[in-house]
């Protein structure tokens, strides 16, 4: 059975840092992973996705997200946080039949 | 495209209250899915459709909920009657079937509160 799994429920940076979201994922088979943003009161929205080509995907807004197999990664990163950044972000792995599965989500804030 | 539609996008009813929430897809999309956002929970799947036949509803929560798709344009989620723990924020999603991206598209979503 597929599953992802969100390391941080919280993570806050200072606007112009680094930000990382970890996900690991399990999948019995070679998997599509995505990541969506949520920013308040309003849906999801795809940030980006992995469908087994390039293991590093360049995703909206300078995030990307590097696929690892042998440590069943896909963490999410950009190089400078921007305020606009705060949000939800979700990891999600495909979970067959066109269903997707989330994970828990991870809160981002953003400090100036 | 106007992307999925969902109204209303909020709505306040009292407990017992009949509620319909609804969806107009993305066209030419040929999945539509179903989901419900609370604290608790997080983000469930209740139910999916492909070319407007319900596939898995193992994700409804009691019988007090149900979901139709009477076209490829227009899907309902009704909750009768409705109760406080009913309160979330439901989100539509829609994708096409052709490909593997599965990359689903969501609506802006329905805000219920149950009083």
């Known amino acids: 059975a597929q599953s992802v799994t969100q390391l941080d429920s919280h993570v806050s940076v200072s606007e112009g840092t680094p930000v990382l979201l970890r996900c690991n994922y399990s999948s019995s088979y070679s998997p599509s992973l995505f990541w969506y943003v949520q920013h308040p009161n309003k849906g999801l929205q795809l940030l980006l996705k992995?469908?087994?080509?390039?293991?590093l995907v360049k995703g909206i807004n300078g995030f990307e997200a590097e696929f690892k197999k042998s440590e069943t990664s896909f963490h999410l990163t950009k190089p400078s946080a921007h305020m606009s950044d705060a949000a939800e972000y979700f990891c999600?792995?495909?979970?067959?039949?066109?269903?997707?599965?989330f994970g828990a989500g991870t809160r981002l804030a953003v400090h100036p | 495209d106007a992307g999925v539609i969902q109204s209303p996008r909020h709505e306040v009813t009292e407990m017992g209250q009949e509620v319909t929430l609804r969806c107009k897809p993305i066209s030419g999309h040929d999945y539509l899915f179903w989901y419900r956002q609370t604290m608790m929970r997080g983000l469930e799947l209740l139910i999916y459709f492909n070319n407007n036949v319900p596939i898995d509803d193992s994700g409804m929560p009691e019988d007090r909920f149900s979901a139709k798709m009477p076209n490829a344009s227009f899907s309902t989620l009704k909750i009768q009657p409705s109760e406080p723990r009913d309160s979330a924020v439901y989100f539509c999603?829609?994708?096409?079937?052709?490909?593997?991206?599965?990359?689903?598209?969501f609506g802006p979503g329905t805000r219920l509160t149950v009083t």
């Open positions: 999603a829609s994708t096409t079937g052709t490909g593997l991206s599965y990359e689903q598209y």
């Open positions: 992995y469908t087994s080509a390039a293991t």
């Open positions: 999600v792995v495909a979970g067959g039949y066109n269903k997707l599965i």
